[in-house]
């Protein structure tokens, strides 16, 4: 242990940034790498062959200390060299399959996680697969566990939209909009019974909630692949983007925010989003939303590629669809990374720290190869 040089506060040996104000700190133990999370239970390889399950505990701390492997005490410490553990929600990930994988980061600036991320996919590439971001609203209350709850739940409902039987083509594309809807009023309702169980509402009446104590409120956007026929579904700014390997990126989800309506009206995309309003959302998911139905969008994949499903952490350093595709395709062009989609989101959530982490950070592949 050892104390904040600008507020004094107490800090851990591993830290790299204080909790308490933002300073950066000069750590002398090394910290937890994503390779070595508890969630994870191992490197990204075998986290690819063992597949964590999805709906892993992330409350708590890490039960193995990652600077010596003693054992953490109840008290979040390690028992043996006094290092404060990790939250596992800090840094965890999810591989249903092993071409679709996702992780979600704390960032370096944010005192806790509010991204959540949930997954599901069939066992063969390309066949299917469900992938949804949540991004809590900071100024909310609970909004770490809004995100999460809202996230698993839009997924468990899109799950459940497989069974054959769905149709093809425009009966196809039909239903899938509909279980859009129905995931997202899913997660709307996992959103609101966090904000019952905080006390901020009455029990029985959601419509009597106090708006000036901020309820719980996230973002949403899920991405349903069956086959070739890619549907999503947005409220907010979180976003989708299809990145084939050659030729033009495409953003496949329109922000609800300030911003976008600035850029609509004309103002440059670069101006519009570093103004200083520019991450004020004008839907979300919560008590106090104006509503909360998904806009969507429909894609026929046709070629090998990237199907990227994001936070802003990850985008507010590389927002137009180009930018982010030359970043994976740059990222995905080496040894270490390839194909692997877990590898590859590993490798952006660090790239997107290295550009100054400011927020939570997730990124959500699957990777899209036809034939």
């Known amino acids: ?7 004094h506060v107490p800090v851990g040996e591993s830290e790299e940034y204080c909790e308490a104000c933002g300073a950066q700190l000069s750590p002398t133990v090394a ?14 390889a075998e986290v690819a062959a063992g597949m964590p399950a999805p709906d892993a505990d992330l409350t708590g701390t890490a039960s193995v200390c990652p600077a010596c492997g003693g054992e953490v005490a109840d008290d979040g410490y390690c028992g043996t060299c006094g290092a404060r553990a990790p939250k596992r929600r800090d840094h965890f990930s999810e591989q249903p399959a092993p071409w679709v994988a996702a992780v979600c980061d704390r960032g370096l ?43 698993r739940a839009a997924r468990d409902v899109l799950e459940s939209s497989h069974p054959r039987g769905l149709g093809t083509g425009i009966s196809l594309i039909a239903a899938i909009v509909a279980r859009l809807g129905a995931a997202a009023d899913a997660a709307s309702e996992a959103v609101l019974e966090v904000t019952r169980n905080a006390g901020t509402v009455p029990a029985s009446d959601i419509a009597a909630a106090d708006l000036s104590l901020s309820p719980a409120s996230c973002t949403f956007v899920a991405a349903v692949l069956e086959q070739d026929l890619l549907v999503v579904g947005s409220v907010g700014d979180s976003r989708a983007y299809w990145i084939p390997d050659v030729g033009e990126a495409t953003a496949l989800t329109v922000d609800d925010s300030f911003a976008q309506m600035q850029i609509t009206a004309g103002v440059p995309r670069a101006e519009a989003e570093s103004g200083p309003q520019s991450h004020a959302i004008t839907r979300w998911l919560g008590a106090d939303a104006p509503d909360h139905k998904p806009a969507t969008t429909t894609t026929t994949l046709a070629e090998p590629g990237w199907l990227l499903v994001c936070s802003d952490g990850l985008w507010n350093y590389a927002s137009p669809a180009q930018d982010l595709a030359d970043l994976v395709r740059k990222t995905s062009n080496t040894p270490t990374v390839g194909t692997q989609p877990l590898a590859l989101a590993e490798a952006l959530v660090s790239w997107a720290k290295a550009q100054g982490g400011q927020d939570n950070i997730t990124a959500a592949l699957a990777r899209i190869q036809p034939g």
Not at 1 to 7: A, E, I, K
Not at 31 to 44: D, N, V
């Open 109 to 151: 600036r944010h005192t806790r996680n509010e991204d959540a991320v949930a997954l599901s996919a069939g066992a063969a590439q390309g066949s299917h697969a469900v992938l949804v971001v949540c991004d809590g609203v900071s100024s909310s209350t609970d909004s770490d566990l809004a995100s999460l709850a809202a996230a």
């Open 1 to 7: 242990m050892t104390t904040c040089p600008s507020c």
């Open 31 to 44: 910290p937890l790498g994503p390779a070595e999370t508890e969630e994870t239970g191992g490197t990204p």
